[in-house]
C-alpha cells in the first residue's frame, strides 16, 4: 500500500539544524524518484531535493550546499539533512514519491508527484 511518513520537523534558530526522516512503505520506496517538498506561508509548494532510482540527486538553487537528501535502502526511510536554516525555510514539509521513469536519474523538482505524506512543520526564527 502507499504510505509516506515525515517526521523530525519542529521549531529552530537561525543557523540551526533539522534532519526530517520519511518512513515509506515498500511499494511506494521503490518509486523511481523520491523528493521532498516545502510549501511556505502564502506560497505555492515547492520542491526542495529529488532522488532518484540511480541515487542522482537534484536540489533547489535555494537549498544547494545547505541541505542533503538520502536513503536508506534498508529501512525504506528518506533523509533531508537541513543545515544553516534561514527563516526562509519555514514551511510544511513533505515527502513524495513518483512512478515515473527518468532516463538519467535526475528526478524533477516540479510537484506533479503521485504519492504524498501529510507533512511535518519546520519553522526557523531569526
Known amino acids: 500500500q502507499v504510505q509516506l511518513v515525515e517526521s523530525g520537523g519542529g521549531p529552530v534558530q537561525a543557523g540551526g539544524s533539522l534532519r526530517l526522516s520519511c518512513a515509506a512503505s515498500?511499494?511506494?520506496?521503490?518509486?523511481?524518484?523520491l523528493g521532498w517538498f516545502r510549501q511556505g506561508p502564502g506560497k505555492e509548494r515547492e520542491g526542495v531535493a529529488t532522488?532518484?532510482?540511480?541515487?542522482?540527486?537534484n536540489y533547489a538553487d535555494s537549498v544547494a550546499g545547505r541541505f542533503t537528501i538520502s536513503k536508506d535502502n534498508e529501512k525504506n526511510t528518506l533523509y533531508l539533512q537541513m543545515n544553516s536554516l534561514k527563516p526562509e525555510d519555514t514551511g510544511m514539509y513533505y515527502c513524495?514519491?513518483?512512478?515515473?521513469?527518468?532516463?538519467?536519474?535526475?528526478?524533477?523538482?516540479?510537484?506533479?508527484?503521485?504519492?504524498w505524506g501529510q507533512g511535518t512543520q519546520v519553522t526557523v526564527s531569526s
Open positions: 513524495a514519491a513518483d512512478r515515473e521513469y527518468v532516463w538519467n536519474g535526475r528526478c524533477r523538482l516540479t510537484s506533479n508527484y503521485d504519492y
Open positions: 515498500a511499494y511506494t520506496y521503490r518509486a523511481n524518484c
Open positions: 532522488i532518484g532510482f540511480y541515487d542522482v540527486t
